[in-house]
């Protein structure tokens, strides 16, 4: 039984998007909660199908001709459709003859992912119904997953989801990509909401430590299906992949017994040598244009975080490329990690003089930083500057850490 059950489940987060995809192509995005109920009774159809007789030889293929069926029976036996949806499509019996040949092959499915991605993030959608619509929609994640990632409830979920449908219908935005001298500004839209997708996973405060990586590596599908598409196969595309895949190489090292391992005390051995290769290759791609986005630079400080070895050369590259950054996209963030940089090559002393002019007096890694470049100088103020962080830290984790730090300086 439970075989049975991871098995169904896998296959769920594999098919469901692709099912959607697909079907909504068919009804049209204003009746994308048709094709989610479709899909949802055609698993349901399998738990009790394969509890009895077991697990088909091929699933898969079990799974989409059942879908058919019962899109097929949506159109010629559902109420709502009938009296609302086929009148405002056109030739009915055309729709009809089109859901009994219903499109499974990879390139069709292929097509109508690609194509529900560029709907999905579309910007008359908020990005975190976008993040959530793609979470649901574009990765077959459950409410319960999506709620338990962003540490909230189902109610909320549902609601936002619920509003982002809402959006599609009445913005009448439609599974197309959009026309080719439009490309290059909508991509720029999808590549932010695969980052914000890659960085929930990545940062995500969730103690689900599968589930995190479920949803770094479904960003990083995404982006690779978008190297598929001659005209979203772009410099930018790559270096966005050639960044996931270096962060994702250090996914294991970054976690230990219930608490984050930091760079300096990660295990090298238990990074991915082989996305490191993938993000690399995708790394070189990505120079062949002759535009540097923000998503170059993060690549290019990521790659240098892959090498553990340290070196003055490392540090100057990592500060100038942090420099180019606040001018590319300033955020607090990136300024902070500028100033270790800073200290990495000039010293503690000139870098506490940087992080002074921050002032990012709520935020508890400037309090930590403060506290790490103090340390050695000044254990009083180092430990004051810990315990200003500890008390601002938002999670257990976070809190414990810190206070380790407390510890090492009493």
């Not at 909320?156 to 959006?167: D, G, H, P, S, V």
Request: proline share 2%; net charge negative.
């Amino acid at each position: 039984m439970e075989k049975r059950e991871t098995s169904l489940k896998h296959l769920f987060q594999e098919e469901f998007s692709k099912m959607v995809a697909v079907i909504s192509k068919l009804f049209g995005l204003e009746h994308i909660e048709t094709a989610e109920d479709i899909v949802s009774e055609t698993f349901l159809t399998a738990a009790e199908t394969w509890g009895v007789k077991g697990i088909p030889a091929n699933p898969t293929a079990w799974l989409y001709a059942v879908a058919k069926q019962k899109t097929l029976y949506h159109f010629r036996r559902n109420k709502l459709f009938r009296e609302k949806i086929a009148p405002a499509v056109a030739g009915d019996q055309e729709k009809e003859q089109q859901a009994e040949d219903l499109d499974f092959s990879m390139q069709h499915i292929k097509d109508s992912q690609l194509q529900m991605l560029f709907a999905v993030c579309n910007p008359a959608i908020a990005s975190e119904a976008q993040i959530g619509l793609a979470l649901r929609i574009l990765c077959g994640f459950g409410i319960d997953e999506i709620a338990e990632a962003f540490l909230t409830n189902k109610e909320t979920i549902n609601k936002r989801l619920f509003r982002a449908k809402e959006k599609l219908r009445t913005e009448n935005i439609t599974m197309e990509l959009p026309p080719e001298q439009e490309i290059a500004g909508r991509l720029d839209n999808v590549l932010h909401i695969i980052y914000l997708l890659f960085s929930e996973g990545y940062y995500s405060q969730t103690q689900d430590e599968i589930l995190r990586k479920d949803f770094c590596f479904e960003a990083l599908r995404l982006g690779l299906t978008l190297t598929e598409y001659p005209l979203t196969n772009r410099p930018e595309t790559n270096a966005l992949i050639a960044l996931m895949c270096f962060h994702a190489s250090r996914f294991d090292a970054r976690s230990g017994e219930n608490y984050p391992v930091l760079y300096d005390q990660q295990d090298e051995t238990r990074w991915d040598k082989a996305l490191i290769a993938q993000g690399t290759h995708f790394l070189h791609l990505s120079a062949e244009g002759d535009k540097i986005s923000s998503y170059h630079l993060e690549a290019r400080i990521a790659y240098w975080h892959c090498m553990k070895e340290d070196s003055r050369e490392k540090w100057e590259d990592i500060l100038s490329l942090y420099d180019q950054l606040l001018l590319v996209n300033y955020s607090p963030g990136v300024a902070l990690n500028r100033v270790f940089a800073y200290y990495k090559v000039h010293g503690k002393e000139s870098a506490l003089a940087e992080a002074g002019a921050l002032h990012m007096e709520n935020d508890h890694f400037y309090w930590l930083l403060l506290g790490e470049l103090h340390t050695g100088l000044n254990n009083d103020k180092a430990k004051a500057h810990f315990r200003k962080a500890y008390d601002l830290a938002k999670t257990q984790t976070e809190k414990a850490v810190i206070r380790g730090k407390i510890d090492q300086l009493t």
